[in-house]
């Protein structure tokens, strides 16, 4: 059975940073790409950024490029969300969740995929 486990939500300014961490056990990061993903309220569920498996490319959706790095410690089975120059439009539930694929402006999951349960991100001042 594969859990993933999101972590560092919390309270920032515009303009602060956070790191979100994604604990995927069970599984090995060599065969599950990663993607994280954000849904405000009122608003759908969108992909944010994604670390493939297969050679660990990574892709972000435009709203994001330039201050959102992901990284993964496959040894650790860990994902990362590093947070830069975060803006109130950042703020959402933030979940990062198994993919089938994932590349430049696709993240496709599917009903056997593994999500986590979400970590709050609110910026505001």
């Known amino acids: 059975q594969v859990h993933v486990v999101e972590s560092g939500g919390g309270l920032v300014q515009p303009g602060g940073s956070l790191t979100l961490s994604c604990e995927v056990s069970?599984?090995?990061?060599?065969?599950?790409?990663i993607g994280w993903f954000r849904q405000a309220p009122g608003k759908e569920r969108e992909g944010v950024s994604c670390?493939?498996?297969?050679?660990?490319?990574?892709y972000y959706v435009d709203s994001v490029k330039g201050r959102f790095t992901i990284s993964r410690e496959k040894y650790k089975n860990m994902v990362y969300l590093q947070m830069d120059s975060l803006k109130p439009e950042d703020t959402a539930v933030y979940y990062c969740?198994?993919?089938?694929?994932?590349?430049?402006?696709?993240?496709?999951?599917?009903?056997?995929?593994?999500w986590g349960q979400g970590t709050q991100v609110t910026v505001s001042s």
């Open positions: 969740a198994t993919v089938i694929l994932c590349g430049e402006g696709y993240y496709y999951t599917g009903q056997y995929d593994y």
């Open positions: 069970g599984g090995s990061l060599d065969y599950y790409s």
């Open positions: 670390v493939s498996s297969s050679d660990g490319s990574t």
